[in-house]
T-cell receptor, first 115, second 114 residues
Framework: KAGVTQTPRYLIKTRGQQVTLSCSPI?????VSWYQQTPGQGLQFLFE???????NKGNFPGRFSGRQFSNSRSEMNVSTLELGDSALYLC??????????????FGPGTRLTVT | DQQVKQNSPSLSVQEGRISILNCDYT??????FLWYKKYPAEGPTFLIS?????DKNEDGRFTVFLNKSAKHLSLHIVPSQPGDSAVYFC?????????????FGGGTRVLVKP
């Protein structure tokens, strides 16, 4: 099976702009999660989508949004970019494992730099 | 409010010796714990997990110990190898009727010296 694909891998934007990041999960996985990784805050949960519906959300402002398509591909959007949004954005493809709990498989991430 | 904490930001160990990484949590609803390893420019990769009904889980060179009363878990890597040099994240989740959300610690950078 192919792994999790995230595009683009690197992105430079200016304050005030908006950005859209894309994630293609592992084939057959219907759940996708997004995380933000920064040096100061570590890995923080943004949101999770399952079958085109958002079913979990982290503590991020409304500028952060996402969606999922019928083929399970997901996008996240950040509007009105701030310098503090500079981070590695990680997508995880989720599937229930033998333990009965979700197992998360992460993509390589998109490195966003806001100038 | 950091619900999962890794108090040691870095750890240096000699090749062949044991690496011990520690993680503390505060949320008593957490019932499933995971360790991830991350290399630069890559996403985290799953290493090992443990359910709250167990106190130990072993997989090859990796063993995770859980002390629920202390709200503490640790990852032991024996023997440590140079390829183990990476950042290790502890993560926790609480059972939800639907969905999945992991809360991560801040990570511990491990350097294994040859």
């Amino acid at each position: 099976k192919a792994g999790v694909t995230q595009t683009p891998r690197y992105l430079i934007k200016t304050r005030g702009q908006q950005v859209t990041l894309s994630c293609s999960p592992i084939s057959g996985h219907r759940s996708v999660s997004w995380y933000q990784q920064t040096p100061g805050q570590g890995l923080q949960f943004l949101f999770e989508y399952f079958s085109e519906t958002q079913r979990n959300k982290g503590n991020f402002p409304g500028r952060f949004s996402g969606r999922q398509f019928s083929n399970s591909r997901s996008e996240m959007n950040v509007s009105t970019l701030e310098l503090g949004d500079s981070a590695l954005y990680l997508c995880a493809s989720n599937d229930i494992g033998t333990s009965g709990r979700y197992e998360q498989y992460f993509g390589p991430g998109t490195r966003l730099t806001v100038t | 409010d950091q619900q999962v904490k890794q108090n040691s930001p870095s750890l240096s160990v000699q090749e062949g010796r044991i690496s011990i990484l520690n993680c503390d949590y505060t949320n008593s609803m957490f019932d499933y714990f995971l360790w991830y390893k991350k290399y630069p420019a890559e996403g985290p990769t799953f290493l090992i997990s443990i359910s709250s009904i167990k106190d130990k889980n072993e997989d090859g060179r990796f063993t995770v110990f859980l002390n629920k009363s202390a709200k503490h878990l640790s990852l032991h890597i024996v023997p440590s190898q140079p390829g183990d040099s990476a950042v290790y994240f502890c993560a926790a989740s609480a059972f939800q009727a639907a969905g999945n959300k992991l809360t991560f610690g801040g990570g511990t950078r491990v350097l294994v010296k040859p």
